[in-house]
């Protein structure tokens, strides 16, 4: 951080604590809690699958060694994974949009994946999530 020279040091530690606050701020939105996944959820489902994927609960877990999210039809609810967090807000978006699409088609077949057509950056998110995984910061892909 770098910090103009004219500051007093009052100025200095205000700005120091306004530049603080500032990055808390964006780190939060990086890194969604639970809550904001299912508000998230919800709008992106109301968006693009006209709000007719509704999770009973969606949920950061970490045990989700090689799937970038999964969901429990019988149940509808969705975990994501915590490898997601600080990745791009597009392509958690993707990841939830997926699991939402589950909720409405079990399998990867066309009609599955037609639900996601209206996401503008489905192809974009998938090849960045297999970049990633190339990237060998994952064992293995697949959402599921
Ligand atoms: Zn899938």
């Known amino acids: 951080m770098s ?4 500051f007093s040091r009052a100025q200095e530690q205000e700005w120091v ?9 964006k780190e939060r939105r990086r890194r969604p809690s639970d809550d ?3 508000a998230r959820s919800a709008d992106l489902s109301d968006r693009y699958l006209g ?3 509704r999770p009973s609960s969606v949920r950061w877990a970490n045990n989700q060694e090689h799937r970038w999210g999964s969901c429990t039809v019988t149940d509808g609810s969705i975990r994501i994974s915590t490898r997601l967090r600080g990745m791009p807000e597009w392509v958690l978006d993707y990841v939830l949009l997926h699991e939402l699409a589950h909720l409405l088609h079990a399998g990867h077949g066309p ?3 037609a639900l996601l057509e209206a996401y503008p950056r489905t192809e974009r998110a998938k090849g960045f ?3 990633v995984t190339f990237a060998g910061e994952s064992p293995q892909d697949d959402e599921d």
């Open 129 to 131: 999530l297999e970049g």
């Open 17 to 25: 604590a306004k530049m603080l606050a500032r990055l808390e701020d």
């Open 111 to 113: 009609e599955f994946w």
């Open 36 to 38: 904001e996944l299912a």
């Open 3 to 6: 910090i103009p020279a004219r």
């Open 51 to 53: 709000g007719r994927a």
